[in-house]
Each structure stands twice: as C-alpha cells, then as structure tokens.
C-alpha cells in the first residue's frame, strides 16, 4: 500500500462548480499535511497547508480527519486556472521528510 | 515568483558526460533539497541538506553528488547516468529542515539523458 494515495481523476468540472477529493496516508505518525498545486512542466507549489480544525483560504476548504486518516481538498466556484495537478503531502516531522500523493488531475471547463 | 533557482532550465547529456545542477535560494533557508521527477508521477526525495550537513540520502546511485558549499547553494553533480535517469530535478528550501517546515520548491531542471 502506498504510503499516500489518491485519487488520480481527472475531475472533470464545470466552470463554476465545486469539486472536492481526498487524500488518505497510512503512517499515522504524519505530522503535518499540505496541498501542493502543479501545473504542466512546472514545479510544485504550495497551495495550503492542512490543520486539525480544517481552514478555508478564498475558494479552497481543506479537511483533516486524523482517526480515518485522510485529508480532504474542496474548490467552490471553480475557475479555469484551477485545472492542475492537486499534489496531497504528508510530512513526518523527522528530517522534514515530505511524501508526496500521486496527484489528481483536475480539468476545469467552460 | 519563486525566491529558489534552478540552472540549467534544460539539460541534455550523453552517458559519459560529467554536468552539475545549481540551485540558489535567497529567504535565509537552512535546508536544501534535491527530488526527482519522473513525467506523470510525484516528486521523489533524493537528498536532504540541513544547516550544510547531508542529513537524509534515499538511497541515491553514486552518479549523483550532492555538495551544498553554503547555506544558500546547492548542487548536483551528474556523472555516468543512464537514460532512465531523465527527469524534472526540483531543488527546494526550507528554514531549518526541522519539524513540519513548508517546502518551496525551484522551478527544476529538466535533464535529457542520450
């Protein structure tokens, strides 16, 4: 079992609409948990960082449930630039050693 | 705009060359990281540096040196590598390389092995 999963996609999603995925992990010593964005041929970068009593950031709501061990990522309104790559990361705190999910792939569409 | 930089932007390379990746960061970070990136699939941590000391090696075959003469660069040193070895290197940084830091990543370098 991969230490981090998800769901690949792509979500195909109307310009306006909300979508949302998980993420879950299997160390349940993780410390720490991110959304990371990619766009094609780009780097990773930081979307938002996820805690225990969840945060909201404009359009983006990240969840986190430690007992059933997954994170969650929901986008209202979505815009076209939304369509990227949604990186789920897990941090385990020792060496600040990031495990990175395989992505999932979102198209936004007019 | 990301404050890590990565040169080359592109690289090709025969088997038998010998070639370097730099990496720059100016936001005073104390930990460096080189990851791999292999197309359609998440980055994979190769090398941690932590206040210029190699602290974490995955592993990582011999034909790539790490080598961080301050805190504020980092290279990659690049000799015999094969063609499987093409892929995205992301440099990042982080303040300390202790605790649940945010990694920020460069914009990598995209390596083509001949």
């Known amino acids: 079992r991969k230490e981090v999963e998800q769901d690949p996609g792509p979500f195909n999603v109307p310009e306006g609409a909300t979508v949302a995925f998980n993420c879950t992990y299997s160390n349940s010593a993780s410390q720490s948990f991110f959304w990371y964005r990619q766009d094609c041929r780009k780097e990773p970068k930081l979307l938002m960082s996820?805690?225990?009593s969840g945060n909201e950031d404009g359009r983006f709501t990240a969840q986190l449930n430690r007992a059933s061990q997954y994170i969650s990522l929901l986008i209202r309104d979505s815009k076209l630039s939304d369509s990227a790559t949604y990186l789920c990361v897990v941090n385990r705190a020792a060496g600040n050693k990031l495990t990175f999910g395989g992505g999932t792939r979102v198209l936004v569409k007019p | 705009d990301t404050e890590v930089t990565q040169t080359p932007k592109h690289l090709v390379m025969g088997m038998t060359n010998k070639k370097s990746l730099k990496c720059e960061q100016h936001?005073?970070?104390?930990?460096m990281y080189w990851y791999k990136q292999k197309a359609k699939k998440p980055p994979e941590l190769m090398f941690v540096?932590?206040?210029?000391?190699?602290?974490i090696n995955e592993s990582v075959p011999s034909r790539f040196s790490p080598e961080c003469p301050n805190s504020s660069l980092l290279n990659l040193h690049l000799h015999a590598l094969q063609p499987e070895d093409s892929a995205l290197y992301l440099c990042a940084s982080s303040p300390t390389g202790q605790g649940e830091e945010t990694q920020y990543f460069g914009p990598g370098t995209r390596l083509l092995v001949l």
């Open positions: 540096y932590s206040y210029e000391k190699l602290s």
């Open positions: 996820v805690y225990s």
């Open positions: 936001m005073g970070h104390r930990a």
